[in-house]
């Protein structure tokens, strides 16, 4: 079945350096694949997405570019903000309209002022 | 456009009693998705509804945990005679019919004594 590997946590960065998370996925046929973030307290927001190899997904500064080659989807910052600080989950959506997310773990991030 | 909803948006049992959470989609999304998120791990998929019919309950524990999407009201998420391993973030998503992407609701955690 698919599957979704996340970089092992918690990461801790002082404010302004260079953020990478990485993410690896494994599934048939052509998925879809995600960033959310969660807040502490909060639901999750969707971050970034990719739905073809070789897309790029962006946004607040975040990147993550979609490599069918090696199935990774990681997340990547040029500059971290204290308010940043959260946990990043990569997800995946097999083929097909409306099916559901198949989530890694999740990696906490903490940005130091 | 309200977000997802969900209520309560925390629930206190003590074991072997029921547990009902609630959850409203955005206008106009006719799937509902539940999710739940156990301490320190990811979102494992539970159940992915329509109005009135389960579309996929392949994450659903076999036993003490029903769903329901009827066509009127709130999608509703029942766990009866609840034990402590229920204690969990239970988080609702909501789409579209053929849209790509999920929006979450800001979860119901779920503590039992």
């Known amino acids: 079945g698919d599957s979704v590997t996340q970089m092992e946590g918690p990461v801790t960065l002082s404010e302004e350096a260079f953020l990478t998370i990485n993410c690896t996925y494994t599934?048939?046929?052509?998925?879809?694949l995600f960033w959310y973030v969660q807040y502490p307290g909060e639901g999750l927001q969707l971050l970034l997405k990719?739905?073809?190899?070789?897309d790029k997904g962006s946004n607040k500064g975040f990147e993550a570019t979609y490599r069918k080659e090696t199935t990774s989807f990681h997340l990547e910052k040029g500059s971290v903000q204290v308010s940043d600080s959260a946990v990043y989950f990569c997800?995946?959506?097999?083929?097909?309209?409306?099916?559901?997310?198949?989530f890694g773990k999740g990696i906490t991030l903490s940005v130091r002022p | 456009n309200a977000g997802v909803m969900q209520n309560p948006r925390h629930l206190v049992r003590r074991r072997g009693q029921e547990a009902r959470l609630r959850c409203s989609p955005m206008?106009?999304?006719?799937?509902v998705y539940w999710y739940r998120q156990l301490p320190e791990e990811g979102l494992k998929f539970m159940v992915y509804?329509?109005?009135?019919?389960?579309?996929?309950e392949s994450g659903m524990p076999k036993e003490r945990f029903s769903a329901e999407f009827p066509k009127e009201g709130p999608s509703i998420l029942r766990i009866q005679q609840v034990v402590r391993g229920d204690s969990a973030a239970y988080f609702c998503?909501?789409?579209?019919?053929?849209?790509?992407?999920?929006?979450f609701g800001p979860g119901t955690r779920l503590t039992v004594l």
């Open positions: 998503a909501s789409s579209p019919l053929g849209y790509n992407e999920q929006f």
């Open positions: 599934a048939t046929g052509y998925p879809s």
């Open positions: 990719a739905t073809k190899a070789d």
């Open positions: 997800a995946l959506k097999g083929d097909g309209a409306n099916s559901k997310l198949t």
């Open positions: 206008k106009g999304h006719s799937h």
């Open positions: 509804l329509q109005k009135e019919n389960i579309i996929d």
